[in-house]
């Protein structure tokens, strides 16, 4: 099992859909999650980080964790063409970030 | 202010030869880390830094990989005798928290 799964996708959605994108890990002892964002071709940028169970909102993001269920997502609302990209989900290690291997959102006009 | 910063941006090599990859954190940022991200693939952790120490070596592929720090600034990641299929993006991030990463632009690494 991989310690931080993604569906790949390509996940489509319509401008001005909700796009929400879901992240599962193994290790229960993490305690911090990001959102990174990787545009085709550049270098990942954080997004969003998330702390605590519930949910956290900057701007059009949410990010929303919940670590019973082992789960965070992004939701990403009024989704416009400028957030098609791989978003990548991570958690935090002793020593290291762990990424997930991403999901593609597509937005079309 | 600046940002992190990676050099080479592209570099063409032969099968069997050694490169040096340079990472330039951003100042202050005591962690370093550096990845590898193969085309279409995530991104595969090779090296964690704190200051100049590297606690965590097992995410380098293989012994012909190795990785300092010195001054608890610049990064070099070596590769020797380099293989076709340490063709990859090397990217370098650092961090003040050792969470929030901030990434550079990345190496292409191209093996003939």
């Known amino acids: 099992q991989k310690e931080v799964e993604q569906n790949s996708g390509p996940l489509s959605v319509p401008e001005g859909a909700i796009a929400s994108l879901n992240c599962t890990y193994s290790d229960r002892v993490s305690q911090s999650f990001f959102w990174y964002r990787q545009y085709s071709g550049k270098s990942p940028e954080l997004i969003m980080s998330i702390y605590s169970n519930g949910d956290k909102e900057d701007g059009r993001f949410t990010a929303q964790l919940n670590k019973a269920s082992q789960y965070v997502s992004l939701l990403i609302r009024d989704s416009q063409p400028s957030d098609s990209a791989t978003y990548l989900c991570?958690?935090?290690?002793?020593?290291?970030?762990?990424f997930g291997t991403g999901t593609r959102l597509q937005v079309f006009p | 202010g600046a940002g992190v910063s990676q050099s080479p941006s592209n570099k063409v090599t032969e099968k069997g030869k050694d490169v040096e990859l340079r990472c330039d954190p951003i100042?202050?940022?005591?962690?370093l880390y550096w990845y590898r991200q193969s085309l279409g693939q995530g991104l595969e952790f090779l090296i964690y830094f704190q200051g100049n120490s590297a606690p965590d070596k097992s995410g380098l592929p293989s012994d012909r990989f190795s990785a300092e720090r010195t001054g608890g600034s610049v990064s070099t990641l070596t590769i020797q005798r380099t293989q076709q299929e340490d063709s990859a993006v090397y990217l370098c991030?650092?961090?003040?928290?050792?969470?929030?990463?901030?990434f550079g632009p990345g190496t292409r690494l191209t093996v003939l």
């Open positions: 991570a958690l935090s290690q002793p020593d290291k970030l762990i």
């Open positions: 991030a650092s961090s003040f928290d050792r969470e929030r990463a901030f």
């Open positions: 100042s202050g940022h005591t962690a």
